[in-house]
């Protein structure tokens, strides 16, 4: 494509662009079988007029809790298909074998330095399931640990904030415990989940977790894998970040059993 060289140029595009705007506004969406569907469930802004009791009902409750979920079940299903889809391995597992579960993922990809952040479950089980690993922890300090991160380490194991069923992505909040390079430097990224933190919707993660009342220098979504086609439109993995996503789906919705009753 030709560069712009000059205002007159720029001129021209944009009037062409302005003249092509249709000349009435374009109607409103219909989002009544979205709205009926159980993937909108936790989205408030709704008129029951529009919307039917029911469904208000529902988003009322909105989703992410055990004791509120209409059909957890659903959700896992939602959420497993849709990240799987965008190439992501999914592995659901009960509270007391996720680490172990960790662990052999890890080795069956033959990683032997890892990377975490503070760990989100008791430090011992996290320092045996790491056991015999180079294992790089963050110690609050990014640029020591940079050349490292980018040159030695496999693997990077961290822990998602929530997961969203309707995408299968992950919301992650980098921060002091857990830096943001740590899930866009490795070759690999192990991401844990929990199942009482998996909402329905966008918006249903984003009423749950109001992130504007502590606002984060970083609020990360991750939906499969790095990938890009800008190269002659040839679909590749890993050019931006790690070339494989693996969540582990802990099923924590009635303890470490993980069983409802």
């Known amino acids: 494509m030709k560069p712009v060289s000059s205002p007159t140029e720029r001129e021209s595009i944009l009037g062409r662009l302005r003249a092509a705007q249709p000349r009435h506004p374009l109607p409103q969406p219909d989002l009544s079988d979205y709205l009926r ?17 029911a469904v208000a009902s529902r988003a009322q409750v909105g989703n992410g809790t055990v004791s509120n979920r209409s059909n957890s079940e659903a959700l896992i299903a939602q959420f497993e ?4 889809g965008w190439r992501a391995e999914v592995h659901r597992v009960i509270p007391a074998h996720c680490m172990a579960a960790v662990r052999a993922l890890l080795q069956d990809k033959k990683c032997k330095a890892i990377a975490t952040g503070s760990p989100p479950m008791p430090p011992t ?4 399931a790491f056991d015999g690993f180079d294992h790089l ?8 640990w940079k050349p490292t991160l980018f040159d030695a380490i496999d693997a990077s194991v961290t822990l998602a904030v929530a997961a969203i069923a309707d995408t299968g992505s992950l ?4 921060g002091p415990h857990e830096p943001r390079s740590l899930s866009l430097v490795p ?10 933190t998996l909402f329905a919707s966008l918006a249903a993660a984003m009423q749950a977790l109001a992130p504007q009342s502590d606002m984060p220098t970083n609020f990360l979504l991750v939906t499969g894998p790095s990938k890009t ?5 040839t ?3 890993g050019a931006h970040g790690p070339k494989e996503l693996i969540i582990v789906l802990i099923d924590d919705r009635d303890g470490p059993t993980g069983v409802q009753s």
């Open 187 to 196: 070759p690999i990224h192990v991401a844990l989940a929990r199942v009482s």
């Open 81 to 84: 298909g849709a990240a799987r």
């Open 125 to 128: 089980e996290w320092d045996v």
């Open 171 to 174: 919301v992650l909040i980098p």
């Open 37 to 53: 569907g159980p993937f909108a469930a936790g989205v408030l802004q709704i008129d029951p007029a529009s919307a039917g009791d």
């Open 137 to 144: 922890r963050f110690d609050g300090s990014t640029n020591a």
């Open 235 to 237: 679909l590749a993995y």
């Open 229 to 233: 086609a800008d190269i002659q439109q």
